[in-house]
């Protein structure tokens, strides 16, 4: 069975980090593009980073400079570490794995930014 299964979020106060974790299994994790979209309550879902198999990262334009996506294919693990944290970007978090037309996605795990 193919599996993303998150950890990591919770809640934390503004300015604060929190490092997201999504352990993949039943597929060929190396040759997967990997990302990380969230979706703020009452808001559409939108791409926070995507790394792709070769490395490649990209961003979107509100978390650059203070998120950062990483990947252990010998782990079968994408990260997203989060830093300075805003109110804003409470959210579910999704991780998302895609190759080929072929799309998983992970439970989604809360992440609330409050004092």
């Known amino acids: 069975q193919v599996q993303l299964v998150e950890s990591g979020g919770g809640l934390v106060q503004p300015g604060g980090s929190l490092r997201h974790s999504c352990a993949a299994s039943?597929?060929?994790?190396?040759?997967?593009?990997m990302a990380w979209y969230r979706q703020p309550p009452g808001k559409q879902r939108e791409l926070v980073a995507a790394?792709?198999?070769?490395?490649?990262?990209n961003y979107a334009d509100s978390v650059k400079g203070r998120f950062t996506i990483s990947r252990d294919n010998a782990k079968n693990t994408v990260y997203l570490q989060m830093n300075s944290l805003k109110p804003e970007e409470t959210a579910v978090y999704y991780c998302?794995?895609?190759?080929?037309?072929?799309?998983?996605w992970g439970q989604g795990t809360q992440v609330t930014v409050s004092s």
């Open positions: 998302n794995a895609e190759s080929r037309g072929r799309v998983f």
């Open positions: 039943g597929f060929i994790f190396s040759i997967y593009n």
């Open positions: 790394i792709t198999t070769g490395r490649s990262t």
